[in-house]
């Protein structure tokens, strides 16, 4: 079984443009999760999607950021415009129903110029 | 609010050696706790978990843990240290209703010959 998915691996980008990650859970999970690293800090949470909705997006750090899951499938994660504070690890994580385990994928290493 | 506390930032022990990383956490209730490894260029990998029962879990790559409800401790030990195990280790916890998971900051475990 495929784990979870996430593409690009690395991005580097100039300040202000735009970036959009992706991720791809594992087949039947219907949780999606996002979370993030900041150099030299703890990984934080973003948000969490269950199916296509949006369960609960308390730790978006503002609106520049933009989380999506059409169809309850894949997640597109999209900064616009990017700043430099941004730059760090995105990591996707999937689980099949609340109250399970949730499995991550290799992360996004984004770097903002 | 719910925080984990890793105090280790970096540890360095040799080949052959016993391991103890330390983990302490702050929850109101009984969480689920959790240890993830992330090897160099590679994503987070679940070690193991504790939900409820048994107090010493084990997981894999020979790690186990002990729940210690007195101290709000979670270390992770191994008994015989190898050099593949040179990685970043998280603990986390997750509250009751399992949605965001709260990260320690990470132990940077080097290997010395």
């Known amino acids: 079984e495929a784990g979870v998915t996430q593409f690009p691996s690395h991005s580097v980008i100039e300040k202000g443009q735009t970036v959009t990650l992706r991720c791809d859970p594992i087949?039947?999970?219907?949780?999606l999760y996002w979370y993030r690293r900041v150099m030299g800090k703890e990984i934080k949470f973003l948000l969490h999607f269950v199916k296509e909705s949006k369960q609960d997006e308390s730790g978006m750090p503002n609106n520049r950021f933009l989380a999506e899951r059409t169809g309850g499938t894949y997640s597109t994660l999209k900064v616009q415009p990017a700043e430099l504070e941004d730059s760090g690890v995105y990591f996707c994580?999937?689980?099949?129903?609340?109250?399970?385990?949730?499995?991550f994928g290799p992360g996004t290493r984004l770097l903002v110029l | 609010a719910q925080s984990v506390t890793q105090p280790d930032i970096h540890i360095t022990v040799s080949e052959g050696a016993s391991l103890e990383l330390r983990c302490n956490y702050s929850y109101g209730a009984t969480p689920y706790l959790f240890w993830y490894v992330q090897s160099p260029g590679q994503g987070l990998q679940l070690l193991l978990k504790?939900?409820?029962?048994?107090?010493l879990v084990q997981g894999i790559k020979g790690f186990e843990a002990e729940f210690k409800r007195s101290q709000s401790s979670f270390n992770l030990r191994k008994p015989s240290v190898h050099w593949s195990d040179a990685a970043e280790y998280f603990c986390?916890?997750?509250?009751?209703?399992?949605?965001?998971?709260?990260f320690g900051t990470g132990t940077k475990l080097q290997v010395i010959p």
């Open positions: 504790y939900f409820s029962g048994d107090t």
């Open positions: 994580a999937s689980s099949p129903g609340q109250g399970e385990t949730q499995y």
């Open positions: 087949s039947g999970h219907d949780n």
């Open positions: 986390a916890l997750v509250s009751g209703g399992y949605q965001k998971v709260t």
